[in-house]
């Protein structure tokens, strides 16, 4: 079983910053898939960004369109979280974002933190 804790939501203004974390504990394992999804009000949930760890090479990212060049997802293998830095955001960043952690055929969801991008 894993257990997902998100922080670093909150209310910014547009063109402003905001990291989001996510600490996974419980049975982790070398190789796995973090990352990011929003849902917006009346909206599906939609991917952000993934980063996946591999058994060679660095890891690999992948990212939505509407956040490239703005957003970029690291991790930290060593405390088991994914960052999410957010930059020059809009206000339709404006979302609930749910961190996903994928490993062994199973997946894994947060709670969700609330982005708010409003001036």
């Known amino acids: 079983q894993v257990q997902l804790v998100e922080s670093g939501g909150g209310l910014v203004q547009p063109g402003g910053s905001l990291r989001l974390s996510c600490a996974a504990s419980?049975?982790?394992?070398?190789?796995?898939?973090m990352g990011w999804y929003r849902q917006a009000p009346g909206k599906e949930r939609e991917l952000v960004s993934l980063i996946v760890s591999r058994m060679t090479g660095g890891p690999t990212t992948n990212y939505a369109d509407s956040v490239k060049g703005r957003f970029t997802i690291s991790r930290d293998n060593a405390k088991n979280t994914v960052y999410l830095q957010m930059n020059n955001l809009k206000p339709e960043d404006t979302a609930v974002y749910y961190c996903?952690?994928?490993?062994?055929?199973?997946?894994?969801w947060g709670q969700g933190t609330q982005v708010t991008v409003s001036s």
């Open positions: 996903r952690f994928l490993q062994g055929g199973r997946d894994y």
């Open positions: 419980g049975s982790i394992f070398s190789f796995n898939t």
